[in-house]
């Protein structure tokens, strides 16, 4: 089946510094990838759509300067966390889907961000 | 209205039991309904997808869909501790990518 590969599964970084966070489509080619954030007992919070070739879509009230987005093959997505402040500490998942394979997204195991 | 509503939990039910697991929706454009399983600190793992109304069955899980109702539904048979986890439901239209609107999604706890 699809297989969407996240790195890193977690990170903690100082305050003010960047975090880089990537997700492959492992075995399909994923035009369209999809970032979500999880605070802690939540649901998944759509952040953004990710266009492979073209910029991102984003939800009201994500700073796309923030939460950057890169796209630039159909297998890889990247979103940088730029500044990072204690409050972005979450859960940040990333989801794409198989177009040849189902109707069924696929998500990566999620990336545990924490900035003290 | 929230276009997707699921009772949030927490549910605690015995080892064997049948559980069942509930969302509405409000937007009729859906097409695609799906139900995660996530455990903790881990991404959701698909457990089933139904396209339109219908009933869909793998194993020990049965996907319901009711269109007319907006309402969809999830059942676990024999339910295992191995079920704990927080259960999501998921919906999308009928464009190849458009993102998932998810509901709250379901603690369950299966006591052995």
């Given at each position: 089946g699809a297989v969407v590969s996240q790195h890193p599964s977690r990170v903690i970084c100082k305050s003010g510094t960047s975090v880089k966070i990537e997700c492959r489509s492992l075995d399909f080619q994923a035009t369209t990838m999809f970032w979500y954030r999880q605070f802690p007992k939540q649901s998944l919070m759509l952040m953004a759509t990710s266009n492979e070739g073209s910029k991102a879509t984003y939800e009201q009230g994500v700073e796309k300067d923030k939460f950057l987005i890169n796209h630039a093959s159909l297998t890889l997505s990247t979103l940088t966390v730029t500044s990072a402040h204690p409050e972005d500490s979450s859960f940040y998942i990333c989801s794409a889907r198989d177009l040849t394979g189902g109707w069924g997204y696929t998500f990566g195991s999620g990336t545990r961000l924490t900035v003290v | 209205q929230k276009e997707v509503e699921q009772d949030p939990g927490p549910l605690s039910v015995p080892e064997g039991a049948i559980v069942s697991l509930n969302c509405t929706y409000?937007?009729?454009?859906?097409q695609y309904f799906m139900w995660y399983r996530q455990y903790s600190r881990k991404g959701p793992e698909l457990l089933m997808y139904t396209y339109s109304s219908g009933n869909k069955e793998d194993g020990r899980f049965t996907a319901q869909v009711d269109k007319s109702s907006k309402y969809i539904s999830l059942f676990i048979r024999d339910s295992q501790p191995s079920d704990s986890a927080t259960y999501l439901c998921a919906m999308s239209g009928n464009s190849g990518n458009t993102p998932l609107v998810f509901g709250k999604g379901t603690r369950l706890s299966v006591i052995a």
């Open positions: - | 409000s937007n009729s454009a859906f």
